[in-house]
T-cell receptor, first 113, second 114 residues
Framework: AQSVTQLGSHVSVSEGALVLLRCNYSSSVPPYLFWYVQYPNQGLQLLLKYTSAATLVKGINGFEAEFKKSETSFHLTKPSAHMSDAAEYFCAVSDPNTDKLIFGTGTRLQVFP | DAMVIQNPRYQVTQFGKPVTLSCSQTLNHNVMYWYQQKSSQAPKLLFHYYDKDFNNEADTPDNFQSRRPNTSFCFLDIRSPGLGDAAMYLC?????????????FGPGTRLTVL
């Protein structure tokens, strides 16, 4: 079965610092991978997705993620955090057998001034 | 702007009193999903429609039902809400249900059960 592990349920950074949110997946075949962001009391918004094209994927709001097959990772990064980046971030993999999204447990990002 | 709309944003109901949550979309997508998200947890898929074809998740309680009268609208009915059903309910749409298609989420309805 497919699964997603997000290391660190909470990450805190200072404004202007590098953001690194970790995601590891398990998949027996090349996966489709997604990062979603959820602001308080809002739905999920797609940040970016990997669908077997370029391994470095650029998304909205200055975020990007790199697919590393050897490490089964799809970590999310942003060079310089902004206060408005404070939110919950979910990594998800599409199960190749069912096509359903399997979400990680989420990482809450706090940004301090 | 094309979007996914959920009404109401906040719903309070009493234990055992049926409640209906609404979702509409202007994206003209074929697929509509309902997720349940409890506090500090990942969204959990309840069921989805591909056009009029209903697909229930094996572990979705019978207490949860859904209707899709047309392409634009989808409803979530909770027949007898329990305290454990208090959660955020998210509606999402997708052009297709194959894995590489992204899902577009509505803002959610937060359900409180008293």
């Amino acid at each position: 079965a497919q699964s997603v592990t997000q290391l660190g349920s909470h990450v805190s950074v200072s404004e202007g610092a590098l953001v690194l949110l970790r995601c590891n997946y398990s998949s027996s075949v090349p996966p489709y991978l997604f990062w979603y962001v959820q602001y308080p009391n809002q739905g999920l918004q797609l940040l970016l997705k990997y669908t077997s094209a370029a391994t470095l994927v650029k998304g909205i709001n200055g975020f990007e993620a790199e697919f590393k097959k050897s490490e089964t990772s799809f970590h999310l990064t942003k060079p310089s955090a902004h206060m408005s980046d404070a939110a919950e971030y979910f990594c998800a993999v599409s199960d190749p057998n069912t096509d359903k999204l399997i979400f990680g447990t989420g990482t809450r990002l706090q940004v301090f001034p | 702007d094309a979007m996914v709309i959920q009404n109401p944003r906040y719903q309070v109901t009493q234990f055992g009193k049926p409640v209906t949550l609404s979702c509409s979309q202007t994206l003209n997508h074929n697929v509509m999903y309902w997720y349940q998200q409890k506090s500090s947890q990942a969204p959990k898929l309840l069921f989805h429609y591909y056009d009029k074809d209903f697909n229930n998740e094996a572990d979705t309680p019978d207490n949860f039902q859904s209707r899709r009268p047309n392409t634009s609208f989808c409803f979530l009915d909770i027949r007898s809400p329990g305290l454990g059903d208090a959660a955020m309910y998210l509606c999402a749409t997708s052009r297709d249900d194959r894995g590489w298609y992204e899902q577009f989420f509505g803002p959610g309805t937060r359900l409180t059960v008293l």
